[in-house]
């Protein structure tokens, strides 16, 4: 990482945190899942702005790499696809605003129809002469989005229904597939499997990040990865997956803080010596939770500063954070330390915080200076 540092003088000089986004392991990882896939398509989850990482060179990295069919949330997320690869083929996960058909299918933006009114509406569209093809979503055990198995049953039964539909995918999405004993994934793939049995001419797709690493039971004709691609934690340990985000802010000072002193809001954690406590020039307006906080009652996350790893001290504030530096006494001010990267992964600084790494990958905030490196 050192000539990451050294490369650009200049805004180094201003940079309160930088974030590099390695598109190399952003490819490496996708042809990864492609080869676990084995013969269905892979495809990519970039919603959320490519979770945090960027959009438009996500996506034109993972193109490169051979991604053809891309998965958005929302329709202006597709719209800024559509931009970046005019060949691709888009699914919107949110499905059909009311009244968007046509503008979704002019961009040949493909909504993921996941209710009755979102069928009938689309129906509609296509019996007015519209050529938009679209994906259906039918719930198999999440109740969140998708027909239920009865709706799509007698959807089924309609004549012609895929074709009337334009259906050019069938999917359902797991919802304890993390969690490979959990009796809900083995449920989830029958209810699919008797699904995809029912429109036998529309390619089918069920598995997530987590749903490939199933087994080839659960990958169908096309698998959906997001997380994986990114290089969350989840199979690092099985497949080497890379790490895509480097996140590393500067100590903007380093104060010596007596003992049984407080450092930051709230007066949260004590110092048990004479401490030295670096101050960071990055906080929870850049997305780092401040629920990953220290304090005397529990620790925080940690980071990584000249080859060791150095404890959040306090709460997180705003714009800064303060860490422990009392054992590296070589960390000075205008260093700059890993808060996630290859030495610290963004997930263990999620569980930190309670949560999952796909929640600070897509809370990452634009104050970071963005490197790319690594693109085709
Ligand atoms: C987000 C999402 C994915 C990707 O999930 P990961 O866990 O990030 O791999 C796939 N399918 C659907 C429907 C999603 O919402």
């Not at 200049?10 to 986004?21: F, H, N, P, Y």
């Amino acid at each position: 990482m050192n000539n990451l540092h050294q490369a650009d003088t200049s805004s180094r000089s201003i940079a309160g945190g930088r974030l590099t986004v390695d598109l190399g392991a952003l490819a490496d990882n996708w042809r990864v899942l492609a080869q676990r896939a084995g013969g269905a398509e892979t495809g990519a989850a970039v919603k959320g702005n490519a979770y945090g990482i960027g959009l438009e060179p996500a996506v034109v990295a993972l193109a490169a790499a051979g991604c053809r069919t891309f998965f958005v949330a929302l329709p202006a997320e597709g719209l800024r696809l559509r931009a970046a690869l005019p060949e691709a083929t888009i699914y919107v996960l949110n499905g059909l605003a009311e009244g968007s058909a046509h503008t979704l299918a002019d961009k040949d933006l493909r909504p993921v129809l996941g209710s009755l009114a979102e069928i009938e509406e689309w129906a509609a569209y296509r019996a007015g002469g519209g050529r938009g093809l679209a994906a259906l979503h039918v719930d198999t055990g999440m109740n969140r989005l998708g027909l239920t198995l009865d709706q799509a049953g007698a959807l089924a039964q309609l004549p012609e229904s895929a074709r009337s539909l334009g259906l050019s995918l069938v999917m359902s999405h797991l919802a304890c597939a993390d969690t490979p004993d959990h009796p809900l994934n083995a449920r989830q793939l029958g209810h699919f499997g008797a699904v995809a049995a029912l429109f036998p001419d529309v390619p089918a797709s069920l598995a997530h990040s987590a749903g490939i690493h199933l087994g080839s039971d659960y990958h169908f004709n096309l698998v959906r990865p997001g997380i994986a691609l990114y290089g969350g934690a989840f199979m690092r340990d099985e497949a080497p997956l890379r790490t895509v985000i480097t996140v590393e802010t500067r100590i903007i000072q380093v104060r010596v803080v007596p003992e049984g002193e407080t450092v930051g809001y709230g007066a949260t954690q004590t110092t048990r010596r004479t401490s030295r406590i670096g101050i960071l020039s990055t906080g929870y307006a850049d997305g780092y939770l401040r629920a990953a906080s220290s304090s005397d009652l529990r620790p925080g996350a940690s980071v990584f500063v000249h080859g060791k790893s150095a404890p959040l001290f306090g709460r997180v504030s705003m714009d800064l954070m303060a860490i422990d530096l009392t054992d590296i006494p070589d960390a000075a001010r205008g260093d700059f330390v890993e808060l996630f990267g290859p030495n610290i992964a963004i997930d263990t600084v999620a569980a930190s915080a309670g949560t999952i790494g796909y929640e600070f990958m897509t809370s990452l905030g634009d104050r970071y200076e963005r490197h790319y490196v690594g693109g085709a």
